[in-house]
């Protein structure tokens, strides 16, 4: 079955770093476009970070462009994104999953950034 297993998560002041995995079975990571979504608060989910299925592509959103690096290790089935510069409007908890094809989510990771 699916797993999508999303780790790194935390409490960090604003203007930190953290950098989110997800490790992924069940399916062939390596044919996907995977991505990086978030859900806020009282908002829905967005996503945030996209990579081709070689890594060669990457696409973001406005909000996290230039702070937000997504990358991907086939050989591993792991996606990652290091976040820098953290505003407190990334605070949400974050969660990967294919982009063109979705599975069931996994629980996602936390991530809070303190003012």
């Known amino acids: 079955q699916v797993q999508l297993v999303e780790s790194g998560g935390g409490l960090v002041q604003a203007g930190g770093s953290l950098t989110l995995s997800c490790a992924a079975s069940?399916?062939?990571?390596?044919?996907?476009?995977m991505g990086w979504y978030r859900q806020a608060p009282g908002k829905q989910r967005e996503l945030v970070a996209g990579?081709?299925?070689?890594?060669?592509?990457?696409n973001y959103a406005d909000s996290v462009k230039g702070r937000f690096i997504i990358s991907r290790d086939n050989a591993k089935n792991t996606v990652y994104l290091q976040m820098k510069s953290l505003k407190p409007e990334d605070t949400a908890v974050y969660y990967c999953?294919?982009?063109?094809?979705?599975?069931?989510w996994g629980q996602g990771t936390q991530v809070i950034v303190s003012s």
């Open positions: 990579i081709s299925t070689g890594g060669g592509t990457t």
């Open positions: 999953n294919g982009v063109q094809s979705r599975y069931s």
């Open positions: 069940g399916f062939i990571f390596s044919n996907n476009v």
